[in-house]
């Protein structure tokens, strides 16, 4: 067994000084706070970075990880603690939770796809040549559904709704360009015509 690169073992304090960091955080609280979550992420963040170079992994190809990794530590932060003073808030109040998740599970489909590409086992570029721009629907879905939960939430289609869509039209419409293949000239007026569409309803709300 030859460790070359065992100047990588000194990463992997700040990791370890992150994930106790974290536990010391959780038994303070009682809870999954931001702190916890932070913590973990940071931690996670390292650990990989560390394990990359203490195992000699080629980075032209295992640079997937670090998006999968990054992808999941915004899925961790995408939800409010449950009992805690976030999740009594109004969702209109804490719209960048979803978005976080979701956008941190698009970030993880991605990472997926070119690490299963790079290694051999499934080239998504089989199914669709611009399959990169799968994953940006995602946080588009999640907006939709999140602009079903305020409209079922009973705070009605309000501003915090109408920039939600807006958010969601954007994202939606550069996935769908990238999907489709047309020139992305035509992208800056697609998304001018959506989120008009998007304000317009607003106007009429009531």
């Known amino acids: 067994f030859d460790l ?3 100047w990588a073992l000194f990463i992997l304090i700040p990791a370890f000084g992150a994930f106790t960091s974290a536990v010391v955080l959780w038994q303070q609280s009682g809870r999954f706070t931001e702190g916890v979550r932070g913590s973990i992420g940071s931690g996670l963040m390292t650990l990989t970075i560390a394990v990359m170079f203490l195992l000699n992994l080629n980075w032209g190809i ?16 995408g939800f409010p ?6 999740a ?13 998740g979701w956008t941190g599970l698009g970030a993880m489909v991605l990472g997926a796809g070119f690490l299963s590409a790079n290694l051999g086992y499934f080239n998504p570029a089989l199914l669709t040549l611009n399959w990169w721009a799968v994953p940006i629907l995602i946080p588009a879905l999640g907006g939709v ?3 079903l939960r305020l409209l079922f939430s009973g705070e009605g289609f309000g501003w915090a709704s109408i920039s939600n869509l807006v958010t969601t039209a954007v994202f939606a419409v550069v996935g769908l360009v990238a999907i489709s293949g047309i020139s992305w000239s035509l ?4 998304i001018i015509i959506a989120v008009g569409l998007v304000l317009l309803l607003g106007a009429f709300r009531r």
């Open 4 to 6: 070359r690169n065992w």
């Open 145 to 147: 559904l999140t602009a």
């Open 62 to 77: 295992w640079w997937p990880l670090m998006v999968i990794v990054f992808g999941f530590t915004l899925l961790l932060s």
């Open 187 to 190: 992208l800056t007026p697609i």
């Open 81 to 86: 603690t449950p009992g805690s003073r976030e």
């Open 88 to 100: 009594e808030r109004p969702l209109s109040r804490r719209l960048y939770r979803p978005w976080l």
